[in-house]
């Protein structure tokens, strides 16, 4: 199946391979797991820590808003493909009868009838609550929130206490004590309010609807961090590092500010700052170890800046060290080279789409700053070569004009490049219009490149002809067929020569899948992060190559089968899932994806129950006869 050549693709045979002993060892086991237990209040587990929306916010938008859309509206990109429209988190009327324990439940153990997997396999009861919570958040906003504290605070903190605790100066010897969250997160807000009405019917009595409402969302407060509140705690949780000069016999170190940054859902949340001691060892403590929160520790060296591994702390690792090498600086761009392409080449009507990822190394131990280039106010350190007439250049991590200037078919980076033999990546996509039905392509290369690949979908009708790479094993990528060539040690320019292509105002190309069929064409333009998912992609359509022929194995017992295959389903999407938080796939085709497995997922389930149905008819007909 891969080629020895193909080293875009090659690292992915163990991955694949553990994959599928992991799949046939588990989904057996999955398969016969027993019913979800019922919803049981004194069953959910107590929360260790104070549940902040925020920390929710990415596991929400990365597993939930596929379904229950980026603002509860039940409007993602699968919502269509379920049998029945998720909840809507953002009408409080949703919410209002429902705990965040039985939200909890529900999560955890999933509603396979219903396509929503059991996420308990997948994320921790910490991360659940989070999620859980930044849900429940999506019906209110800080605003309304606000006004009902006003209020609470006006009519209510005498009693209750400023933080609902309880211990107002009024408070009689027995009241609710809303601050506690072991008790709160098994109540409604129904429950809430009919324990107001009840209690003290008077209060609020003018009030509307809404500012109950208001007033009951910020009693909810006291036991859970709304998203809108910094969710960074202080906590036991140490870092200790030291800044160290990386290049032999460069200049002492001395003492040093540093920066160390927290970072809630990969957004800034908190800087703090230290100076080092004269040995560059710096130390940060009471740091959270909540889930969800990363740090980053940066200094600045002549007059260059540089970053710390970005790490986490948690309870069992509350105390960890970093390393935060500098360097002296060169003008000296003899190290620099470009040690991995990978290329992915497409069209659309009059137009080539090109994606490329350039992995950079600097061999040399000092810091590249960069050369004086004719046209450019600044030092460049970086080039790419682009050809003449692309359009719509863009980058992953700037913007041209911005980070990255552009001189005739050059485009050059201005950031300082450290010493590394990956150090950075680039991720570029332009377009390159032509007339008629073909193209030209000729890449040049200010630097040897290490090794290549280059990625093509094979189209009806369309001829290729690449100089100066040797053409490789045809690859199948999620149903599209995509012709593949290599190179090693590259420095002479490759050039890309295609006819039958679709002309401006055309239709757009037709692709064949493996049997011949038509497939849709995979433009609009691929997302700048295309190439770095050509791997896992493959590794999907592999996989689900792999299990869906359990429903035509004839051998196998049907009921077994199609469990089998129900829960392989279920963990693929949990895979496909993680495999999109982690930046291994476009959201586009992430979505596309699961809109796919889900469907087939509804299939399987539809089927298991008509086969329960069908069974229990013929045994009623037996008993009657």
């Known amino acids: 199946m891969f080629s020895g050549q193909l080293r875009l693709l090659a690292p992915i045979i163990g991955v694949m391979c553990l994959a599928a002993l992991v799949y046939f060892s588990t989904s057996a086991v999955r398969a016969q797991q027993p019913t979800p237990p019922p919803y049981d209040p004194a069953a959910v587990p107590i929360p260790e820590q104070t549940p902040a929306a925020a920390f929710g916010?990415?596991?929400?938008?990365?597993?939930?808003?596929?379904?229950?859309?980026?603002?509860?509206?039940?409007?993602?990109?699968?919502?269509?493909?379920?049998?029945?429209?998720?909840?809507?988190?953002?009408?409080?009327?949703?919410?209002?009868?429902?705990?965040?324990?039985?939200?909890?439940?529900?999560?955890?153990?999933?509603?396979?009838?219903?396509?929503?997997?059991?996420?308990?396999?997948?994320?921790?009861?910490?991360?659940?609550?989070?999620?859980?919570?930044?849900?429940?958040?999506?019906?209110?906003?800080?605003?309304?929130?606000?006004?009902?504290?006003?209020?609470?605070?006006?009519?209510?903190?005498?009693?209750?206490?400023?933080?609902?605790?309880?211990?107002?100066?009024?408070?009689?010897?027995?009241?609710?004590?809303?601050?506690?969250?072991?008790?709160?997160?098994?109540?409604?807000?129904?429950?809430?309010?009919?324990?107001?009405?009840?209690?003290?019917?008077?209060?609020?009595?003018?009030?509307?609807?809404?500012?109950?409402?208001?007033?009951?969302?910020?009693?909810r407060t006291f036991s859970y961090t709304p998203p809108w509140e910094s969710a960074l705690k202080p906590g036991n949780g140490m870092l200790e590092g030291q800044v160290r000069q990386g290049t032999p016999n460069g200049g002492v170190i001395n003492t040093r500010p540093i920066t160390l940054t927290a970072y809630v859902n990969f957004e800034p949340a908190q800087a703090l700052t230290t100076t080092t001691d004269a040995e560059g060892r710096f130390t940060f403590a009471e740091l959270s170890t909540a889930e969800g929160v990363v740090y980053q520790a940066e200094t600045t060296y002549a007059d260059v800046r540089y970053n710390s591994n970005i790490v986490a702390l948690t309870p069992l690792t509350p105390t960890l060290s970093v390393d935060l090498p500098v360097y002296e600086t060169t003008d000296d761009d003899s190290g620099i080279g470009i040690s991995r392409a990978n290329w992915l080449l497409d069209q659309e009507p009059g137009a080539l789409i090109v994606g490329q990822v350039f992995n950079f190394a600097n061999r040399l131990d000092r810091t590249f700053v960069g050369k004086t280039v004719e046209g450019l106010d600044r030092p460049a350190t970086l080039a790419l070569s682009v050809p003449e007439g692309a359009t719509d250049i863009q980058f992953q991590d700037g913007v041209l004009g911005g980070r990255y200037q552009q001189v005739g078919t050059l485009i050059y980076d201005i950031v300082p490049v450290p010493p590394g033999s990956d150090i950075r990546q680039i991720v570029l996509q332009y377009r390159l219009p032509f007339e008629d039905d073909s193209a030209t392509l000729e890449q040049q290369f200010p630097y040897r490149v290490g090794q290549l690949n280059l990625l093509i979908p094979e189209l009806p009708n369309v001829q290729t002809e690449v100089t100066g790479l040797t053409q490789s094993e045809a690859q199948t990528i999620q149903g599209i067929n995509y012709r593949v060539w290599v190179g090693d040690e590259l420095s002479n320019p490759v050039q890309i020569a295609l006819s039958g292509l679709t002309p401006a105002g055309s239709a757009d190309s037709i692709r064949l899948g493996p049997d011949g069929t038509v497939?849709?064409?995979?433009?609009?333009?691929?997302?700048?992060?295309?190439?770095?998912?050509?791997?896992?992609?493959?590794?999907?359509?592999?996989?689900?190559?792999?299990?869906?022929?359990?429903?035509?194995?004839?051998?196998?017992?049907?009921?077994?089968?199609?469990?089998?295959?129900?829960?392989?389903?279920?963990?693929?999407?949990?895979?496909?899932?993680?495999?999109?938080?982690?930046?291994?796939?476009?959201?586009?085709?992430?979505?596309?994806?699961?809109?796919?497995?889900?469907?087939?997922?509804?299939?399987?389930?539809?089927?298991?129950?008509?086969?329960?149905?069908?069974?229990?008819?013929?045994?009623?007909?037996?008993?009657?006869?």
């Open 519 to 625: 497939l849709p064409s995979s433009t609009p333009p691929l997302e700048n992060n295309v190439l770095l998912g050509v791997g896992a992609v493959l590794v999907l359509g592999l996989a689900i190559a792999a299990y869906l022929p359990l429903r035509k194995q004839g051998r196998l017992d049907r009921k077994a089968a199609l469990q089998q295959e129900k829960a392989a389903l279920v963990e693929h999407i949990a895979r496909l899932d993680d495999q999109h938080a982690n930046g291994e796939l476009q959201t586009q085709t992430w979505a596309q994806e699961r809109v796919r497995l889900k469907a087939t997922l509804l299939e399987v389930a539809q089927e298991i129950t008509l086969n329960e149905e069908q069974k229990s008819t013929d045994k009623t007909q037996r008993v009657g006869a």
């Open 57 to 219: 916010r990415g596991l929400f938008l990365q597993n939930c808003a596929p379904c229950h859309g980026e603002l509860g509206n039940s409007d993602g990109p699968t919502t269509a493909s379920l049998p029945a429209a998720p909840p809507l988190f953002s009408d409080p009327a949703t919410i209002w009868a429902r705990s965040p324990g039985e939200y909890f439940h529900v999560t955890k153990f999933g509603r396979i009838q219903n396509l929503m997997p059991p996420w308990g396999n997948q994320l921790s009861d910490t991360q659940i609550w989070q999620a859980v919570y930044y849900a429940w958040s999506l019906h209110t906003d800080q605003a309304k929130v606000e006004s009902g504290g006003q209020l609470y605070a006006a009519s209510c903190a005498g009693c209750h206490g400023v933080a609902g605790a309880s211990d107002g100066p009024d408070a009689p010897a027995v009241m609710p004590n809303f601050s506690d969250g072991a008790a709160m997160l098994v109540r409604t807000q129904a429950e809430l309010d009919a324990g107001w009405q009840a209690m003290h019917p008077e209060a609020g009595q003018d009030w509307s609807q809404d500012e109950r409402r208001n007033v009951l969302d910020y009693i």
